[in-house]
């Protein structure tokens, strides 16, 4: 039976910068690789704690992964979005309800609990 959940695998014709967007961006840290430091990438926040692993969809012969989206949270959702404009992210502003404020990019959505 079940007895874990491992990771989210993402298989993309653009693995390289979906990656370098993750670390460098957003800065999520880098756990292991199974190929290289452009395929077979595996980020997250705790070690042996499921995690995003991308890979190159043409090394595969595989499709690429349809819409996912990620939640990520933050403790200070101004200050992660300033750092975010500082490295050149268009952002719109974000929506505050009453469990918290969210801010949604194209795949993801940080969020700032309450």
């Known amino acids: ?64 992964t349809g819409y996912q989206s990620f939640v990520f949270q933050t403790k200070n959702l101004d200050s992660t979005m300033e750092c975010l404009k500082e490295k050149g992210l268009t952002l719109d502003e974000p929506v505050r309800h009453d469990w918290g404020t969210e801010l949604r990019l194209n795949d993801i959505v940080i969020v700032e609990f309450v």
């Not at 290289?36 to 499921?50: H, K, M, Q, R, T």
């Open 1 to 64: 039976m079940i007895t874990g959940y491992y990771c989210t695998n993402i298989f993309s014709e653009q693995a390289k910068e979906l990656i370098t967007f993750y670390r460098e961006i957003l800065e999520i840290p880098f756990i292991k690789t199974d190929v290289d430091d452009s395929n077979g990438v595996y980020l997250g926040f705790i070690e042996n704690a499921p995690t995003i692993c991308i890979w190159d969809c043409k090394a595969f012969d595989a499709q690429p």
